[in-house]
């Protein structure tokens, strides 16, 4: 006995047919969304775009496309289009974007062609909103980018400044430096003359003999003294030199200490400001061990480190921080302040701390930015 099955299984097919092509409609749908997706990851953003709007118009069948952007903070409006009309006076819009959407998509077409459904639509909204964010992004990226350019711009100057100021702060040392010299210096070495041919004179049995010996003495020490400021004022050695080679003159001129100094040399070749900042830093703390810390060992280290930053550190044995506390060390608390002060302008550091074995362990820290001159 024969049976009919054509009734019984051709509505199954049908139906697993009609299953079939929707799963393939979504996928497309879906690798739809995902090449779009990587396009506007890997291209410049009006460069996928205008391909992203050349795939939706073919998506949706339109035969004119246009994007456009709403104006954000100090840009202009942007809009893109794909083709045109075909036919101005029967083209019916076949897709925008919602209203409050930050774009305006628009599909125009002939009514028509192929009818959208609800899943097509949703796919374009989400293509919608890929375009959105990539412009949001695109713009925050180009932002971000003015204002970095803006903050090395600030710093450009910010530098330029900081060379001025220190330049500024150097020369009138160098005038406080030559005015001693030409002034109170000559002064004090004539005095000083004077009295050491007066003693010459009045002889050994004069009873003002050792009196007049006291104040030469005393006048001569004086010479020295000042001497002294002024090569401090402005070292030679920094102008010829460099840091490293000042910093040596000056160690070597030191007398009742172990002086140890590890001066690398590549730090002659830092930025003048960098340099003399330095340098004062240095004459600051080396000040404050011979006058206030009774050290019997100093050693001084000037580097440049692996990062681009400019290192000083001087360490010695002798009382140690917590004296700076005492009311005769004011002196020396200042010369703290003006060392933080000198290290600001390099947007540095300085750490102060007691040794591992006792004594006062200094370090200080500044970038190495490159060192720009306004005119």
Do not use: C
């Amino acid at each position: 006995m024969e049976h009919d099955t054509s009734t019984t299984h051709s509505p199954g097919v049908a139906e697993l047919r009609a299953l079939y092509r929707a799963a393939e409609a979504r996928a497309a749908r879906l690798r739809f969304i995902i090449e779009v997706q990587n396009l506007l990851d890997a291209a410049a953003f009006e460069t996928a775009a205008q391909e992203v709007l050349s795939r939706l118009a073919d998506f949706a069948g339109a035969s004119y496309a246009r994007l456009g952007f709403p104006p954000l903070q100090g840009t202009a409006p942007m809009q893109l289009t794909v083709g045109k009309s075909t036919n101005p006076g029967h083209d019916g819009i076949l897709f925008a974007s919602q209203a409050g959407s930050n774009l305006r998509l628009m599909l125009i077409g002939s009514p028509g062609g192929r009818a959208m459904d609800p899943d097509d639509r949703q796919t374009l909204e989400v293509v919608a909103g890929q375009l959105a964010d990539a412009y949001n992004l695109n713009w925050q990226a180009a932002e971000n980018q003015a204002l970095l350019g803006d903050l090395q711009r600030q710093r450009s100057e910010l530098a330029a400044l900081v060379a001025q100021l220190i330049q500024a702060q150097e020369q009138e040392r160098q005038r406080v430096a030559l005015d001693l010299h030409d002034g109170s210096a000559q002064l004090a070495a004539g005095l000083s003359y004077r009295l050491q041919d007066l003693a010459a004179r009045i002889g050994e049995a004069h009873v003002l003999k050792p009196e007049i010996d006291q104040l030469a003495a005393l006048a001569r020490h004086s010479v020295a003294d000042l001497r002294a400021a002024i090569a401090d004022l402005r070292p030679p050695e920094l102008d010829d030199l460099g840091v490293a080679a000042a910093l040596r003159t000056r160690l070597d001129a030191i007398d009742g200490l172990e002086v140890i100094a590890d001066l690398d040399a590549a730090s002659d070749r830092w930025p003048a400001s960098t340099g003399i900042i330095f340098y004062r830093v240095a004459q600051e703390a080396i000040t404050n061990v011979i006058k206030h810390a009774e050290a019997s060992r100093l050693v001084v280290r000037l580097f440049e480190d692996g990062k681009g930053e400019a290192h000083l550190e001087v360490i010695d044995d002798g009382k140690g921080i917590g004296e700076l506390r005492h009311p005769q060390m004011r002196g020396g608390q200042l010369g703290i302040v003006g060392m933080r002060e000198r290290l600001a302008l390099l947007g540095g550091r300085i750490e102060i701390e007691a040794g591992s074995s006792g004594g006062t362990h200094v370090r200080a820290a500044a970038p190495l930015a490159q060192e720009t001159t306004s005119e």
